[in-house]
């Protein structure tokens, strides 16, 4: 890619954590060229992923590095957060990047009246076997990606499906994609979502929730129809049908883990 031209810079603070992303980063930070500042935080890459960044550097996007230990999801990303300087913050996965419509909304949505806090983003994934996002039938999701930077964290108690918090009012984003390409075959994926699941049972014993019968027999159905009917992902053919059954299998665990986690404190006390 030719050296970025100079240019007038949103006054937005991308922020990015990463370990072993050479593949999705270079166009996740393509994707952030408008911002003024982008941060990036490694944790321990031993691929090619130092060195993408500092190519980008080298090339004059406005980044800074920094290397450091993994203490986890929601605690790397508000360490992120709490090194953005400019007014925004984007708050964008190594794996995802702003399609040419969002790029081009981006100083609409920073104009936005004070009384606005942040922006949902729309969120759409390419799944495994497709070579484009999702269609807009789909209902992509909505998540709180763009804020401002004095009115938004991270809840460092949770250990996965972290998200930003807002103080105020926040609104939907109508235009443009925050595109997720990462497709992984079902038995990488799997693996994924077996620590996800792994991570909420145990937040769940630590908050002291007991497992529930209803919601082990209730919820991955529940999950795949959620996914696979009221998103419309029966729009994207097989790779959707394979999709909603990872979510509803990902439930399931989830459920389990918790019942069978529980059961081993319990034997323990």
């Given at each position: 890619m030719p050296t970025i031209e100079a240019a007038p810079k949103l006054p937005i603070s991308a922020t990015v954590i990463c370990k072993n992303e050479e593949i999705c980063l270079p166009a996740c930070l393509a994707s952030l060229e408008a911002c003024a500042e982008i941060v990036v935080v490694d944790s321990g890459s031993t691929d090619g992923t130092l060195g993408v960044v500092r190519d980008f550097i080298a090339r004059g996007w406005p980044i800074r590095l920094i290397e450091r230990d993994w203490p986890g999801y929601a605690k790397q990303k508000q360490f992120a957060l709490e090194q953005a300087t400019q007014d925004w913050v984007l708050s964008v996965d190594a794996d995802e990047w702003l399609d040419p419509e969002l790029r081009?909304?981006?100083?609409?949505?920073?104009?936005?009246?004070?009384?606005?806090?942040?922006?949902?983003?729309?969120r759409a994934l390419t799944l495994f076997g497709r070579k484009t996002p999702a269609p807009r039938g789909t209902k992509p999701e909505l998540i709180l990606r763009l804020a401002r930077r004095d009115r938004v964290r991270f809840d460092e108690n949770l250990l996965v499906h972290e998200g930003l918090l807002a103080e105020g009012e926040t609104r939907d984003a109508t235009h443009g994609l925050l595109r997720h390409e990462r497709a992984?075959?079902?038995?990488?994926?799997?693996?994924?979502?077996?620590?996800?699941?792994?991570?909420?049972?145990?937040?769940r014993i630590a908050n002291g929730k007991k497992p529930s019968l209803l919601k082990l027999v209730v919820n991955p159905p529940l999950y795949f129809f959620r996914v696979y009917v009221l998103r419309r992902m029966f729009l994207c053919g097989i790779p959707g049908f394979i999709h909603a059954w990872t979510g509803a299998i990902y439930s399931l665990i989830c459920e389990a883990l918790h019942y069978q986690m529980w059961i081993e404190g319990y034997r323990k006390d």
């Open positions: 081009g909304e981006l100083p609409r949505l920073i104009q936005t009246p004070p009384q606005v806090s942040g922006w949902r983003l729309q992984l075959r079902l038995d990488a994926q799997l693996g994924k979502e077996i620590t996800y699941a792994r991570l909420k049972a145990q937040q």
